[in-house]
């Protein structure tokens, strides 16, 4: 079994910066991918970054240049550094993880809203 609990997610103005952070607990389980997905009023789920075991990381062509994600694979902890915000960056962000099966875990979310 793998817990996931954010934190940082708040309100900002547009042009201003948030990290997020997330922290895995786990139970017999080995993560493998860690990344950062958002859901949007309306929206579906989507990508935002994630980061496998390597450091090879992805990121959603609407964030690339204005959001970094990195990773600390020991500690189980992943970050997401966004500047530049916008309005449309508007959503709840997720933690997710994977295992190596890649079966998916995620985290309860946290809200980030970007005034105009």
């Known amino acids: 079994q793998v817990q996931l609990v954010e934190s940082g997610g708040g309100l900002v103005q547009a042009g201003g910066s948030l990290r997020l952070s997330c922290t895995a607990s786990?139970?017999?389980?080995?993560?493998?991918?860690m990344g950062w997905y958002r859901q949007a009023p309306g929206k579906q789920r989507e990508l935002v970054a994630d980061?496998?075991?390597?450091?090879?990381?992805n990121y959603a062509g609407s964030v690339k240049g204005r959001f970094t994600i990195s990773r600390d694979g020991a500690k189980n902890m992943v970050w997401l550094q966004m500047n530049s915000l916008k309005p449309e960056d508007t959503a709840v962000y997720y933690c997710?993880?994977?295992?190596?099966?890649?079966?998916?875990?995620w985290g309860q979310g946290t809200q980030v809203t970007v005034s105009s």
């Open positions: 786990r139970v017999g389980v080995l993560i493998n991918s």
């Open positions: 980061i496998i075991s390597g450091g090879i990381t």
């Open positions: 997710m993880a994977t295992d190596m099966g890649w079966h998916a875990y």
